[in-house]
């Protein structure tokens, strides 16, 4: 009964097995002629820590399926730190792959890989093994060979590093960052230093210091404008812009209008309002602001020579308009000192109204001549010895 029972326990063992398709594992599977698959190692012999570069190359049919044994974490005793994906190629009735990557190994002595096996899954559903040959590395301690750990003392002295001392790079951000806070304060310094200069009163000898007059200030700012050599250095733009802006002061010094901030637009219609100049005069004005506004904004090229002869033109012309400004002015003056002489005296020695006549604004900066001429011609017949 006994041995019914243990025959048929062992048939239904057997059953299950091949029911459930357990196969014997690879380690039991005869290698196949038709795999080829080598592991090879770049080093025999290394010092602990140092990485151990390795091959992987193998070959099959191009039927069924390779399975390539997974480079993960260890191959026996040697650590994984990296590996690079297979590169596979076909030729006519095979494939083949190539995949690397580094080992390392902490420990001293002799070390063996063990046998990876790579694997070909038929199309017949069966599973052919090629192993690849095992690997001995010997791995060699930093300790010198003849280190006595009985003295420890000397045995110290004698220790090695175990890697050289690697340079960091250094992070340069907070350095950026200082040297962007120190010159934001330094701007904000000085535009507050600047501010504050703006703002402060005129000295009393900034207060009593003379003026000058207007074709005076036009050939001082002429000479230093010259002395920048912007005309040497090729910088037109700049110096038709410091040339407009001399005319436009001598235009508010001579003829009292508004120029300085005005548009070319906004200083033409303001012509007619100076009787002292000719039409010559406001078509060669109208000329130069025209070109002016040209270089600047229109970038409209000019060279040396047009810049020098522009220049000339424009201190002849302030010459001219000056000399003619003096003679008009001069003119009134006589002319009211007619008009008062001829005013019949009133009682009292004061001459109609209430004895002083205002005098006609000239609205330029003459000078002190014409000014005097003026007063002259304000004070009455009575008044004068």
């Known amino acids: ?14 059953f299950c097995l091949l029911s459930l398709g357990i196969r014997p594992s690879a380690a039991d599977r005869v290698p196949s002629a038709e795999l080829r698959f ?3 190692f770049a080093a025999d012999s290394v010092t602990v820590g140092d990485p151990i570069l390795f091959r992987a190359s193998g070959a099959g049919p191009l039927t069924g399926t390779l399975v390539l044994p997974e480079f993960v974490d260890s191959i026996g005793p040697f650590s994984i730190l990296d590996t690079t994906p297979a590169v596979w190629t076909e030729e006519t009735d095979r494939r083949e792959f190539v995949q690397e990557g580094r080992l390392v190994l902490f420990e001293t002595g002799l070390h063996e890989s063990p046998r990876v096996p790579l694997l070909w899954a038929r199309e017949d559903a069966d599973t052919a093994v090629a192993y690849a040959s095992t690997q001995s590395v010997f791995v060699r301690s930093l300790l010198p060979e003849t280190l006595d750990l009985s003295e420890p003392q000397a045995a110290l002295a004698e220790l090695r590093e175990v890697k050289s001392v690697v340079a960091l790079e250094r992070d340069w951000t907070w350095a950026w960052i200082a040297a962007g806070a120190l010159l934001a304060l330094a701007l904000m ?3 507050w230093r600047r501010r504050r200069r703006i703002d402060e009163p005129l000295s009393l000898e900034e207060r009593t210091k003379p003026l000058l007059a207007p074709d005076a200030a036009f050939l001082q700012g002429l000479r230093q404008l010259e002395e920048r050599e912007f005309l040497a250095n090729g910088e037109l733009k700049n110096y038709y812009a410091g040339l407009s802006l001399l005319l436009r002061g001598y235009l508010e010094g001579r003829f009292s209008l508004f120029a300085v901030e005005a548009t070319r637009a906004e200083i033409l219609p303001q012509l007619g309002e100076a009787p002292r100049l000719s039409d010559e005069d406001r078509e060669q004005l109208a000329g130069w602001l025209l070109e ?6 229109a970038k409209m090229n000019r060279g040396l020579a047009d ?4 220049t000339d033109s424009m201190r002849d012309w302030v010459e001219k308009t000056t000399t003619s400004a ?5 003119e009134e003056a006589a002319r009211a000192l007619q008009i008062a002489s001829e005013t019949p005296p009133r009682e009292g ?6 004895g002083y006549r205002q005098a006609r604004p000239i609205g330029e900066g003459d000078d002190s001549q014409v000014s005097t001429a003026e007063r002259i011609a304000d004070v009455p017949e009575g008044g004068r010895s």
Not at 307 to 310: D, G, N, R, S, V
Not at 349 to 354: D, I, V
């Open 38 to 40: 080598v592991l090879d």
């Open 326 to 330: 003096r003679k008009w002015a001069a």
């Open 189 to 191: 310094l000085w535009i």
């Open 1 to 14: 009964m006994r041995a019914v029972l243990r025959v048929t326990a062992f048939c239904l063992g057997l």
């Open 307 to 310: 810049a020098k002869a522009q």
């Open 349 to 354: 020695g004061a001459t109609e109204g209430t």
């Open 292 to 297: 002016s506004d040209l270089v600047k904004f």
